[in-house]
């Protein structure tokens, strides 16, 4: 299994994730607990696998100086070409993670890595990649798409079958990640190097909303009710998607 890029998807991959309720939440979350957690000054940001660019926008229109680092060219261009419509100037690397350290001549304050470890063949092997890139008492802002809510959806749609054999991973060329990311093993890996100081959970009760109440709910509302039951004990662990602020130990 090879590392899962999006040169022919980005238009797909823009309408499926950004284009409603789900990628405003989302973003939603994740700004909301960067705001929180980040000190209020400038920043040397890396976001690697910045996509069309979202979340790199906003933290160029917080103040910091931001480097997207995208492996798709047609992702780096839809970023690009956000920028250029805001007004906003940035770095843009087109480069994999495995060549990172070649573009980039010293660590940074703030390394943002979204929703990409769950498309890698060996998710682990960035981890001392993330470390390397990031300063002794910077953060690293993780969200990954998260097993549990994965299992627990399936558990509730009776896919019982599809849970015995543990086959979980997308298909091939489908949107749904090829290696979604076990919570513990997770924090097992990070652990000698990492400490996680927040942690929340990223549409903990949205996706599994019965479709006809999904349609009728107010994106404001969805929001508020988001944000609010992010953290809740019961609730984070749910989310389709947990987003970790991590400082190097």
Avoid at 18 to 41: F, N, S, T
Avoid at 164 to 184: C, F, H, I, M, Y
Wanted: with cysteine.
């Amino acid at each position: 299994m090879n590392d899962r890029h999006f040169d022919t998807l980005a238009t797909r991959f823009a309408e499926k994730i950004y284009g409603g309720a789900k990628g405003a939440i989302r973003l939603a979350v994740l700004q909301a607990d960067l705001a929180e957690a980040l000190p209020a000054r400038p920043l040397r940001v890396l976001d690697i696998g910045a996509g069309l660019g979202h979340m790199a926008l906003w933290l160029a229109e917080q103040g910091h100086q931001v480097t997207l680092a995208e492996p798709a060219e047609p992702m780096l261009d839809g970023a690009r070409a956000r920028f250029a419509e805001a007004g906003r100037a940035a770095r843009f690397i087109q480069s994999p993670w495995q060549t990172l350290g070649e573009h980039c001549d010293q660590p940074f304050d703030l390394v943002v890595c979204h929703a990409l470890l769950e498309w890698l063949a060996e998710p682990k092997a960035i981890l001392p990649v993330l470390q390397r890139l990031t300063v002794a008492d910077g953060w690293l802002s993780l969200a990954f798409y998260n097993r549990d809510a994965l299992v627990y959806r399936n558990l509730i749609k009776g896919h019982f079958r599809k849970l015995r054999s543990n086959q979980l991973a997308g298909e091939k060329q489908s949107l749904t990640p090829q290696r979604p990311v076990d919570p513990r093993e997770l924090r097992a890996q990070l652990e000698p190097s990492w400490r996680v100081e927040q942690e929340s959970g990223v549409r903990v009760f949205h996706d599994y909303m019965p479709k006809p109440f999904q349609d009728k709910a107010a994106l404001p509302d969805l929001l508020e009710m988001e944000l609010a039951h992010r953290r809740h004990p019961t609730f984070a662990g749910l989310g389709r998607y947990l987003h970790w602020i991590c400082r190097p130990r």
